[in-house]
């Protein structure tokens, strides 16, 4: 489909008209609706070096640059495969790391804050909370208490 542009007769002016169908070239288009979606080896490229390097900072530039494409059609072609913005897929790996490491005791929240990519424990807590709902010092002693109960009891 195409969008032409059409002239008044009356005043001469340019005005919009609803798109046409285009001839078919023969060429596979991308489906209506469909943003599209990374290639799948390039999509596990990125999710694996994500994984990698969750505890560095992963600016949208240097994920784009990973498969060769420019930072706007990466996002939106990696929506378009997980769902998420890049920001918001690699702040919920975060966060899923982070609730790993809570369950065991052995880090302390500020250890783990910096491990998963965070520069200070209160902007750790203040995400962990939004995304989860608790705070992290909550999430482990409940993550605690659950270990200990008995099973079945």
Known sequence: MTTTLASSPAT??????????????GWAGPAQGNVGALPMSRLRRVTEYIQQSLDKDLPLADLAALVSMSPFHFARLF?????????RFVI???????????????????QISRSVGFRTPSHFTTVFR???????RRYRARHRDDRIRPIGG
């Open 12 to 25: 001469g002016e340019v005005m919009w008209a609803p798109p046409v169908a285009a001839p078919s070239s």
């Open 79 to 87: 929506k378009g495969s997980t769902g998420l913005p890049p920001h």
């Open 92 to 110: 919920r790996q975060r966060i899923a790391r982070a609730r790993a490491c809570l369950s065991t005791p052995d880090l302390s929240i500020a």
């Open 130 to 136: 939004r995304v989860t709902g608790v705070t992290p």
